[in-house]
């Protein structure tokens, strides 16, 4: 790749066409696997359900768009949303428990 983007490669072959990313589908990728982090701690689980909900607005918004400008970030844009979905299933699953057990229990305060 040459300094300047008008100038030709010295062999005289075209430059290669850059691929550009979805960011809503790298940001649901990312929060899906924060909010999978999230869900195993305890202490953590509401957020893993905030971030499981946000992840998924961010999957559906990348697929989206993939409608009017199609790229190569499809795969990646199921991923997030798959992997928000889960997060915030683990995350209600966990919250619901700790509140189950914290209200049945007569030693514990809550």
């Known amino acids: 790749?040459?300094?300047?983007?008008?100038?030709?490669?010295?062999?005289?072959?075209?430059?290669?066409?850059?691929r550009r990313?979805?960011?809503?589908?790298v940001t649901a990728v990312v929060l899906g696997v924060i909010g999978l982090f999230c869900c195993f701690l305890i202490?953590?689980?509401?957020?893993?359900?905030?971030l499981g909900v946000i992840g998924s607005i961010f999957g559906v918004i990348a697929l989206?768009?993939?409608?009017?400008?199609?790229?190569?970030?499809?795969g990646l844009a199921i991923t997030g949303l798959c992997l928000s979905a889960v997060a915030l299933i683990a995350?209600?699953?966990?919250?619901?428990?700790?509140?189950?057990?914290?209200?049945?229990?007569?030693?514990l305060p809550g």
């Open 1 to 18: 790749m040459s300094a300047y983007p008008d100038e030709p490669r010295p062999d005289g072959t075209p430059e290669p066409e850059q």
């Open 21 to 25: 990313s979805n960011g809503a589908a």
């Open 43 to 50: 202490v953590t689980s509401v957020l893993a359900v905030v």
């Open 64 to 74: 989206g768009g993939l409608r009017t400008r199609p790229d190569s970030s499809r």
């Open 91 to 107: 995350g209600v699953a966990v919250s619901g428990s700790l509140a189950v057990v914290t209200h049945a229990h007569p030693l």
